[in-house]
């Protein structure tokens, strides 16, 4: 049974950092990413991240987020920087092979 356990969540003020791990149970997957739901909106991707480091973002988040992964942890990152309040949501950890599995999320709110 594989299971992403994410941590890192909670209240920051708008400028701060947040950083969001997740470690994943089993083999190492192709692509590890994290995902975003705000109130009333659709889950959307932050960033992901390949086996081998290739990252891809969305616009809104270049420049301020990093990710990364430690294979030999299997585990991925999400370094969060300049924090705005329309940064407030749940983030999902999500890890991509045969299957596709989904963390339950960490909350982040951020403060104006």
């Known amino acids: 049974q594989v299971q992403l356990a994410e941590s890192g969540g909670g209240l920051v003020q708008a400028g701060g950092s947040l950083r969001l791990s997740c470690v994943a149970s089993?083999?190492?997957?192709?692509?590890m990413g994290w995902y975003r739901q705000a109130p009333g909106k659709q889950r959307e991707l932050v960033a992901h991240?390949?086996?081998?480091?290739?990252?891809d973002y969305a616009d809104s988040m270049k420049g301020r987020f990093t990710i990364s992964r430690d294979n030999a942890k299997n585990t991925v990152y999400l370094q969060m920087n300049s924090l705005e309040p329309e940064d407030t949501a749940v983030y999902y950890c999500n890890a991509r092979g045969a299957m596709t599995y989904w963390g339950k999320g960490t909350l982040v709110t951020v403060s104006s």
């Open positions: 991240i390949t086996v081998r480091g290739t990252t």
């Open positions: 089993g083999s190492i997957f192709p692509i």
